[in-house]
């Protein structure tokens, strides 16, 4: 709900008097506003679901991430922060290398004073091919892990469906269905994803599960690309049966 020469406050007003009657489904603000993600809490009914964007930014402000803390807590609401440096690449890269410097897992926002934390960790697709990309998700494993043992208490989340596979096919079903489980291994304690983009884990074969697992964690060598490998495992295949996620 940012854009630039709009009125946020006005606009989420708009959309949230109308979602606050109508809507079945839980409801995530994101807005990096605090005055904007007020807005939208006081037409939330019971308890809502979080309100989303407080970053690591260099451009934040303390006092800004507090208020967006105060408020979340005055409305019984949890908060989602995500894992983003001032470079708007993901905060747990920086730190890869430098284990004994500054955690890149710690967003500037009151642990004391929000009822649920939650750390969105990040999860970019791995289908781009691109060299830089293949270790995309061998690090947001290791930051879910990372983030679950320097920060007690907090909880864990993954925005899947938008990142990962915004389609039914089978082998975006069962890729999906494979790293959540790996996540979840991790520590994952939420995940953002439309059911009709994911499959049970079990569900995925064999030969499927050991293909997925071979690209997250960037098994590859000059003879064998596991990304080609899935693609051509499920070459030609559109449907999937809704119920178990069997391409076949």
């Known amino acids: ?84 440096d001032e470079e708007d690449r993901r905060a747990l890269r920086s730190g890869k290398s430098e284990p004994h410097g500054p955690s890149p897992t710690s967003p500037s926002i009151d642990t004391d004073s929000v009822p649920k934390i939650f750390i969105d960790a990040l999860a970019l697709p791995l289908s781009t091919g691109m060299v830089e990309s293949r270790r995309d998700g061998i690090e947001t494993i290791e930051a879910i892990r990372r983030i679950k043992a320097e920060m007690p208490g907090v909880r864990t989340i993954l925005g899947l469906s938008m990142s990962r596979s915004d389609s039914t096919r089978p082998r975006d079903r069962c890729s999906t269905a494979v790293y959540l489980h790996e996540c979840a291994e991790a520590g994952l304690d939420a995940a953002i994803v439309h059911a009709s983009s994911c499959c049970r884990s079990r569900a995925v074969d064999e030969e499927a599960r050991r293909v997925c697992l071979d690209l997250i964690y960037d098994r590859r060598s000059d003879d064998y690309d596991p990304l080609q490998v899935l693609l051509g495992l499920y070459e030609g295949s559109k449907t999937t049966n809704s119920s178990t996620g069997d391409p076949r």
């Open 1 to 84: 709900m940012d854009y630039t020469g709009a009125d946020g406050v006005s606009d989420m007003n708009e959309l949230m008097s109308r979602l606050a009657t109508q809507s079945s489904v839980p409801i995530m603000v994101d807005t990096t506003e605090t005055k904007v993600a007020r807005q939208a809490l006081t037409w939330l009914g019971a308890r809502p679901s979080s309100t989303r964007s407080t970053s690591k930014k260099a451009t934040d402000r303390a006092p800004a991430s507090t208020a967006s803390c105060r408020s979340a807590a005055e409305f019984g609401a949890a908060i989602v922060a995500t894992c983003i």
